[in-house]
């Protein structure tokens, strides 16, 4: 029997891994809607996530802070979305057309004071279950 292929970031080789590095630095106007940079950066975000929620899962997350900004970041949430439900999430509430010109400026404020800084985020949709297909959208 014969070895499937390997497919997906894990199988890229060191020149084409550095490339698809620079590719996810450079800013997402220079792409469009690029289905392999899609790809690229949901395996990056669930990479991130999966880190993320062992992190979760260690300690308090009461406690927890990722970095510096994550008070100030909280606080401007609230003050920006003071309704919106983040134990259960509401797909529409956070893709919506008005949720979207309200979400963008909203990340754009913390551009430079968070490192690997992307518009793009993966989220929990019930906070008390893990990463998975069901319950993780990207915002």
């Known amino acids: 029997a014969g070895m499937a292929a390997a497919t997906g970031p894990g199988a890229l080789g060191a020149r084409e891994a550095a490339e698809a590095a620079h590719a996810l630095s450079l800013p997402a106007e220079a792409f469009g809607n690029d289905p392999r940079l899609e790809a690229a950066w949901a395996e990056r975000a669930f990479q991130h996530a999966q880190v993320y929620f062992h992190l ?43 949720a979207k010109e309200k979400w ?25 279950r893990g990463y998975s297909a069901e319950n993780s959208v990207l915002a």
């Open 56 to 98: 979760l899962s260690a300690a308090d997350p009461a406690g927890l802070r990722l970095t510096r900004a994550d008070d100030r970041i909280y606080a401007a949430f609230r003050r920006s979305f003071p309704d919106l439900r983040v134990d259960l999430l509401d797909v529409e509430a956070l893709k919506s057309e008005p």
């Open 104 to 128: 963008r400026p909203f990340c754009l404020q913390f551009e430079g004071a968070v490192e690997d800084f992307n518009l793009g985020t993966l989220l929990r949709l019930d906070c008390r």
